[in-house]
């Protein structure tokens, strides 16, 4: 076997720590390294909490404790600027300009992919290594971004900003396992974090309540406005356009013949606008900053997008347009077409391309 220097990202979680620890075992030279990109010290929820989450101090140690006992080199990585730059400013300035945003594709793209890469490489490293759940093989001179074979951790919705030059040196080791099989390996290997739960909240919002920390970021009653019925019928008040979601239907307090849902958001009148459930569906959408897999199509393409993570792929025929958008027509409109959200297109298990909704 061809053994690497290979720099693994560890969140201090069980995924990359059995990362490491594979990779460690088939003989390569292990080099872990965890990205800090949030203080949590000054953070209490409402009923006075501490939390831990993602990338938190806790995991951090967690993470170094995994590397002692691998007997590997680790090192912490200070990102908090540009975290908060790249990925906390542009989720405050999405929900304040009427779209809903996916930090966890903005962290990949540009921390972990970017940044990160760019240390590996400084230490020498041939690869980066995480605990991603998706696949990268090369096909002839290019490489593939596929699937994760465990349907329910598939991640690669999540990576398909990923370019050529990243994909050469980035490596899932974990990408052809399932959960169950990647916790056997943890509990075979003894890692103290076998058992340990999954952070399912945005790193930054540990508690969950991401009204609370927008207004903490850019302050209350700025973006106070009309709750508006599609026929143009004023119905009540809100108290900010960025506690709405598209296709969001509870908390809206109305009083309607049928359920209403939340159908668009116009940050600029400070209007929320609602409607029937019909209302919802949505024929086409358009991209921007398009990402291709595969060589750019200069001709309609037949394709199946997902528009969120938890998604069904729906059939579509996407047309690139000029200047990195992209034009997607679904077979059969689609509920819940969100702006912010990231729509991506695969070919069977590979993807092939993905942008963001405007």
């Not at 460690?24 to 009923?47: C, L, P, R």
């Not at 398009?290 to 393409?301: A, C, K, R, T, Y």
């Not at 579509?316 to 077409?337: E, I, K, S």
């Amino acid at each position: 076997m061809n053994k690497k220097r290979i720099v693994v990202a560890m969140s201090g979680g069980v995924d990359s720590s059995v990362t490491a620890a594979l990779l460690k075992e088939q003989g390569h030279e292990v080099i872990g390294m965890t990205m800090q990109i949030w203080d949590y010290s000054s953070f209490t929820a409402k009923n006075g909490d501490t939390f831990g989450s993602c990338c938190s101090l806790d995991d951090v140690y967690d993470a170094r404790r995994v590397a002692e006992g691998l007997d590997i080199p680790f090192y912490v990585v200070n990102f908090e600027k540009d975290f908060q730059q790249q990925v906390i400013d542009r989720f405050c300035d999405d929900y304040f300009s009427g779209r809903t945003p996916n930090p966890c594709v903005l962290c990949n793209q540009v921390l972990k992919f970017e940044l990160l890469l760019r240390r590996a490489r400084e230490l020498e490293a041939d690869t980066l290594a995480t605990g991603h759940y998706a696949r990268i093989e090369r096909e002839g001179e290019r490489y593939l971004l596929r699937k994760g074979l465990d349907p329910a951790k598939d991640q690669s919705y999540f990576l398909f900003t990923l370019t050529q030059e990243q994909m050469r040196r980035v490596s899932f080791p974990l990408g052809g396992m399932t959960k169950d099989e990647v916790r056997g390996h943890a509990a075979r290997l003894n890692l103290r974090v076998a058992e340990k739960a999954e952070s399912q909240d945005i790193c930054f919002v540990p508690d969950g309540d991401y009204v609370r920390f927008l207004e903490e970021e850019r302050g209350a009653g700025k973006m106070d406005g009309e709750i508006v019925h599609v026929s143009g019928q004023v119905l009540g008040r809100h108290q900010g356009t960025y506690r709405y979601t598209i296709g969001q239907r509870k908390g809206l307090g109305l009083g309607w013949t049928e359920p209403l849902y939340v159908v668009g958001i116009d940050a600029g009148q400070r209007r929320v606008l609602v409607g029937e459930r019909s209302q919802l569906a949505v024929p086409e959408l358009t991209l921007h900053e398009v990402n291709w897999s595969i060589p750019e199509p200069s001709e309609p393409l037949r394709t199946a997008c997902r528009i969120r993570y938890r998604h069904q792929e729906v059939a579509a025929t996407v047309t690139p347009l000029p200047d990195g958008r992209a034009q997607v027509l679904f077979d059969v409109p689609q509920n819940g077409v969100t702006p912010g959200q990231a729509a991506v297109f695969y070919d069977e298990d590979r993807v092939i391309g993905g942008g963001w909704i405007e």
